[in-house]
């Protein structure tokens, strides 16, 4: 008996720094990932002060990089490059994820990262309605009510800000009306994307790895031909030739973006989804208080109510929901949103 004691106190040991790690890891890459998106976005490069306006660009990046980490690890890992589902499912999710991160982007011409942080923990709202209708879901009451305060805290967090924050791309209040409209085409493209993961991954025998390699790889035929019908592709990388700060910032977020995943996938494959969950909240709390420190966002009394209501209502939801026995392997976005396969957003 007196032997066993070091055993137990080493196993909790060992999993209070792989504890440490995860977090850590999970904190780290996505905190910097929020605060690169705000500043390539939203602050201007160079002396005569010019902003980057090539969000489908980004997205580009992204997803080559993703891509080619992917390739990596299934030759790496003697595991096959054959599609297992119809190249055009793939291509489904890719334009839906395209859609989304490029609403993503573009909305930061219009809200703060703050404001755009706070609406994405609304996203369960549209992966609740397209659950229903592809998947066939139903969920109890308690989803429903913490679904909507997230969406009450959410929207008292965007239609109350603070008259002093404006965004450099409109005159008015940052709250615009198109702004929040790119929100909302974000959220319901992400819980398209999300939902239909689910379905694609629950239909076919695939390898994780194998599913983000064709879906990236989709995503940057797709990203790249929309750049060349737009003619923004010579015009964002002169941009990045000719501000070198801009071009580092990119491949930083793109690294941060693709490293995140790693630590995604080793939380919730070692503490589960519900502690994952409860990390993806806590991130998302720091990278705004972060982003209204770094880049000077004052948040009215009213959005430090709605605040409040978002934060409060997901970590009750992640203190009250039980655990499921055997969690099925999850992937997330830098945005917080749980999905069996997720690319980088």
């Not at 790496?76 to 054959?82: F, G, H, R, T, Y």
């Not at 450099?168 to 009306?177: F, I, L, M």
Request: glycine share 6%; charged share 15%; with cysteine.
């Amino acid at each position: 008996m007196a032997g066993a004691l070091p055993t137990t106190k080493g196993v909790k040991d060992h999993k209070i720094w792989k504890g440490i790690f995860a977090v850590s890891g999970i904190m780290v890459t996505l905190v910097i990932y929020g605060v690169l998106q705000e500043k390539i976005m939203r602050v201007p490069y160079g002396l005569n002060k010019e902003y980057f306006k090539y969000s489908l660009f980004l997205v580009f990046c992204n997803r080559i990089t993703t891509s080619a980490v992917s390739a990596v690890f299934l030759l790496a890992s003697k595991k096959a490059l054959v599609p297992v589902a119809p190249i055009y499912k793939y291509c489904l999710i890719s334009v839906s994820n395209i859609l989304t991160t490029t609403c993503q982007y573009e909305a930061l011409k219009y809200v703060s990262f703050p404001v755009q942080t706070l609406a994405k923990c609304a996203k369960m709202i549209p992966v609740m309605i397209w659950g229903t209708f592809i998947m066939q879901k139903t969920y109890k009451g308690f989803d429903y009510l913490v679904a909507f305060l997230v969406t009450l805290g959410c929207s008292i967090f965007i239609l109350f800000p603070a008259g002093t924050d404006v965004s450099p791309y409109s005159k008015g209040r940052e709250s615009t009306v198109w702004g929040v409209s790119l929100m909302v085409g974000y959220l319901g493209f992400d819980g398209f994307t999300s939902t239909f993961q689910d379905k694609l991954f629950k239909g076919y025998d695939m390898e994780i790895h194998n599913q983000i390699f064709y879906t990236t790889s989709c995503s940057c035929i797709l990203s790249l031909t929309g750049l060349l019908l737009q003619g923004h592709l010579l015009s964002a990388i002169d941009f990045v030739y000719r501000h070198s700060d801009c071009f580092l910032d990119i491949v930083l977020l793109s690294t941060v973006a693709t490293v995140s995943q790693f630590f995604i996938s080793y939380t919730i494959r070692t503490f589960g989804a519900i502690a994952f969950a409860a990390v993806m909240t806590t991130r998302q709390l720091v990278s705004i208080m972060l982003s209204c420190v770094w880049f000077g966002h004052p948040l009215s009394w009213e959005q430090w109510i709605g605040a409040v209501i978002v934060f409060g209502s997901l970590y009750s939801k992640n203190f009250l929901k039980k655990a499921s026995t055997n969690p099925p392997p999850l992937l997330l976005t830098q945005d917080g949103a749980p999905s069996p396969v997720k690319g980088i957003p």
